[in-house]
Structures are given as structure tokens and as C-alpha cells.
């Protein structure tokens, strides 16, 4: 591996790429998962199944983060994820509009583009991450993780608010118009972000070379290897608990907000911008106030209380529905940004912290392993929350109570994750000795055949 590191101006236009990401699915699993639900009068679990599909292909994030672990340039993964994206989210509008006269022609079509969807994020997201952790000096892989995501954000709240502004008067061309035109701009600015990084770094990401010499890993036996590890094992189980909570809502709050407060869809989409809004804000507070230099807690504290303090923050949005002032709600989405941001960015400082931790030229692999629970809480959540809420609104015959008793769930998850980041996070690793890893590992393939 080149001995060049990414200095904070390659970690800003790394950072762009997730700004590009971030901008795309932002509209595919909220908005159109809205107008489906309300505009299209569609079963809230159609959305729910598209955005589950997207989130179960990201199953095969182990698998991509292997090959960028033993070989291959990380950009044109990037780049081919980034399109299949950009496709994927016009595609998502489309099917969308046909839905509105052509039921069973319109959800193939969505079949096929959040296919694409899930592809593309996988892809991009777990290259990404893994050019971050091995090209990134270790002491600023926690703040250049905080960087990134935040820019992320970033472009959730500007897609947001922008898109929000363009989509009223609401029309299926105009959804398909503003959402093509984000694809293809979020398409340039990826390509301009990531083009010629690697070349400065020297040769792009390098074969096992420390260790290949004496043994290449295949894919099984590096999973397993991984998956040994007892800190790796343990902070996968968090990740996929606390995702659960944290993507219940993510596709209920647009719908409970236009059924229970009557907004219309660009308020709704801004709505939940002012969420993304939160949850920047979070994070870039958590990231001033645990530096090192002030030392306002440790990592794990701010995970648990970010966990504890989503967890009250939802309490709040369930009394708003009782209350029913759109005030109320406002703050109480923002509060819920918040605290999600404070949570994530304290989680995401551990995993880039913990990515190089163990077996040594396994980022890529734990990266993806992380990944794969991220992404497979994030389907669960979303399918969870969507069934739940359809289920109960047949059985009650009231909106609120049926959006007011997933997110009563939802806080309670946040309660349990608040108990397993105490018992996950901080806890002591398995040791990078290259002699005892190579050893085990050639000790796995034999007994993998």
C-alpha cells in the first residue's frame, strides 16, 4: 500500500461523493415512499417492500468490501455505483407517475430501479469507506468519518428544502423532472469529486501485499476471520439494533405528518429536511465537544445519549399527535435529528476507530460486514414500520394511534440500544499479529476445503 495519505482537502471531495449519494436516496426512500402512501392512496408496505429490496442487496457489502481488501481500484466502483444510483432514482420517479394509471406496469418498473437503488448505494458507499480507512492517517479517521457523513446530511437537507420548493404544485412530471435533475447533477459532482484521487495517492488500492506473500485470504475464510473477532462480532449486533430504531420512522414521518397534520407534499419534504437539519446539527456539536482538546465525553457516552435522548424524542413526536399543533411536531422532528446525529457520529467515530482494529488489511471486510447490518436494519426498519403502521390503522381506524404506537416501539429500541453501545463500544480487540493472523487464516481455508 502507498505510504500517501489523503490530506483534508482529498477528504473533502471524498466527502462530496456522499453529498451526491445522500441527495439521491434522500428523495428515493422519502418522498416518493411518500406519494405512494398519500397522493397515489397506494398500502404504505409497497414503499416499504421497494426500500427493503434496495437495503437487502447490500448483502453483498462483505463481498465488495473483500475485493477492495485484496486488490482493485476503488474509483470505478465508485463511479459504475454512482450511476446505477442515478438510474435507479429517476427510474424510482418514474415508476412512481406510471403507478398513477398503471398500477402492476409502474411497480415493475420500481421492482427494477430500487434494485438499482440498492446496488448502487452498496457499491459506492462500501468502496467509499473503504478508501477512507486505509488511506486516511489514523488519527483523523474519526473526525474525516464525521466529515464525510456530515456532508451527507448536508446533502439531504439541501436536496430537501430545494426539491421541496420545486415539487409544489405537486404533479407526477414535475416529481419525475425535479428528481432526474438531481440524479444527473449528483452524478457530475461525484465524478468530479473522486476523479484523480487515487492517482495522487499512488496506485489506488493494492493487493494484500504485507501478507499475500504468505497466504491470499478467499472470501470465507476472511469472514470468518473477521467474524471471530469478538469486538467486530459484538459492535455488528449494536450497529443493527440502533439502525433498526433509528430507520422505523424513516418512512412513516412524511405520511404521518400529511394524514395526521394535514400537510401537503412539499411541506411534509420539508419537514423532513428539517430533520436532516437536526441531524447535522448533532453531529457537528458531538464532533466539537468529544475532541479530544475539550473532552466532553467519550465516545461511548455520546452514543448511549444519543440513543437515550432519540428515544425521548420520540415520546415527544407521540404527544404532538395529541397536542396536534404543527409547532410541536416541528421541534420535535428537529430534537429527533439531533439526537440521532449526536448518536451516529459518536457511532460512526468508534467503527472508523475499530475498522483497523484486529486482523490486519481487513477494513474493507469489516466495513462491509458493518455495512451489511446497517443496511439490513435499515430494510427491517422500514419494512417493520410501514407493516406496523398499515396493520394498526385496519385495526384501530385511527391515523394517529396506529403512527403513535410504532413510534412508542421505535423509542423503546432506542432504550436497548443505549444498553448494548455500554456493553459493545470500549470493548478491548483481537490483536493484529500478521505471524498468529496468517497462521489461523491458513488454518480456516484448509478446514474450508
Not at 485470504?217 to 459484538?234: G, H, K, M, N, T
Request: glycine share 10%.
Amino acid at each position: 500500500m502507498t505510504n500517501a495519505q489523503l490530506g483534508w482537502f482529498g477528504i473533502f471531495r471524498l466527502g462530496l461523493v456522499q453529498t451526491a449519494l445522500g441527495a439521491i436516496v434522500i428523495l428515493t426512500t422519502s418522498t416518493i415512499n411518500r406519494v405512494m402512501v398519500v397522493e397515489l392512496a397506494l398500502p404504505a408496505i409497497l414503499p416499504g417492500l421497494l426500500v427493503t429490496l434496495h437495503h437487502a442487496l447490500q448483502v453483498l457489502r462483505p463481498r465488495w468490501g473483500h475485493g477492495s481488501d485484496v486488490g482493485g481500484r476503488r474509483t470505478p466502483w465508485i463511479l459504475a455505483g454512482m450511476a446505477m444510483l442515478a438510474l435507479g432514482g429517476s427510474g424510482a420517479a418514474l415508476a412512481t407517475a406510471i403507478m398513477a394509471d398503471h398500477l402492476i406496469p409502474g411497480i415493475a418498473l420500481a421492482i427494477i430501479a430500487f434494485t438499482l437503488v440498492g446496488v448502487g448505494v452498496g457499491a459506492t458507499g462500501t468502496s467509499l469507506l473503504a478508501l477512507l480507512a486505509t488511506s486516511v492517517a489514523p488519527e483523523r479517521r474519526a473526525p474525516a468519518a464525521t466529515i464525510v457523513w456530515l456532508m451527507m446530511i448536508a446533502g439531504f437537507v439541501v436536496t430537501k428544502v430545494t426539491a421541496g420548493s420545486f415539487l409544489d404544485p405537486f404533479t407526477p412530471t414535475r416529481l419525475v423532472l425535479v428528481t432526474t435533475c438531481v440524479s444527473v447533477l449528483a452524478m457530475l459532482v461525484a465524478t468530479l469529486a473522486i476523479w484523480g484521487v487515487e492517482e495522487k495517492l499512488g496506485a489506488g488500492a493494492q493487493p494484500d501485499s504485507e501478507s499475500a506473500a504468505v497466504v491470499k485470504p478467499d472470501f470465507r475464510a476472511s469472514l470468518q476471520q473477521v467474524w471471530a473477532e469478538p469486538q467486530a462480532r459484538r459492535f455488528t449486533i449494536f450497529i443493527f439494533v440502533s439502525m433498526l430504531a433509528y430507520s422505523m420512522q424513516d418512512l412513516i414521518l412524511e405520511p404521518f405528518a400529511g394524514l395526521v397534520f394535514d400537510l401537503t407534499p412539499g411541506e411534509s419534504t420539508k419537514l423532513s429536511g428539517l430533520q436532516s437539519g437536526g441531524v447535522f446539527s448533532g453531529m457537528l456539536v458531538v464532533a466539537v465537544l468529544a475532541n479530544p482538546r475539550f473532552g466532553f465525553g467519550s465516545l461511548k457516552t455520546w452514543t448511549m445519549s444519543g440513543c437515550l435522548a432519540s428515544a425521548a424524542a420520540l415520546v415527544a413526536i407521540v404527544w404532538s399527535a395529541k397536542t396536534g399543533t404543527v409547532l410541536h411536531l416541528k421541534g420535535s422532528v428537529f430534537a429527533l435529528g439531533f439526537a440521532n446525529g449526536a448518536y451516529a457520529v459518536a457511532a460512526i467515530g468508534s467503527m472508523m476507530a475499530l475498522a483497523s482494529s484486529g486482523y490486519k488489511k481487513r477494513e474493507g471486510m469489516r466495513m462491509g460486514i458493518w455495512g451489511a447490518s446497517q443496511a439490513l436494519a435499515f430494510g427491517l426498519g422500514g419494512f417493520l414500520g410501514t407493516a406496523a403502521a398499515d396493520v394498526l390503522r385496519r385495526i384501530l381506524q385511527e391515523p394517529a394511534a396506529a403512527y403513535t404506537l410504532v413510534f412508542t416501539f421505535e423509542s423503546l429500541l432506542f432504550v436497548v440500544a443505549a444498553w448494548l453501545a455500554m456493553r459493545s463500544i470500549g470493548q478491548p480487540g483481537l490483536a493484529g499479529n500478521s505471524a498468529v493472523n496468517s497462521r489461523r487464516l491458513r488454518e480456516m481455508q484448509t478446514s474450508n476445503g
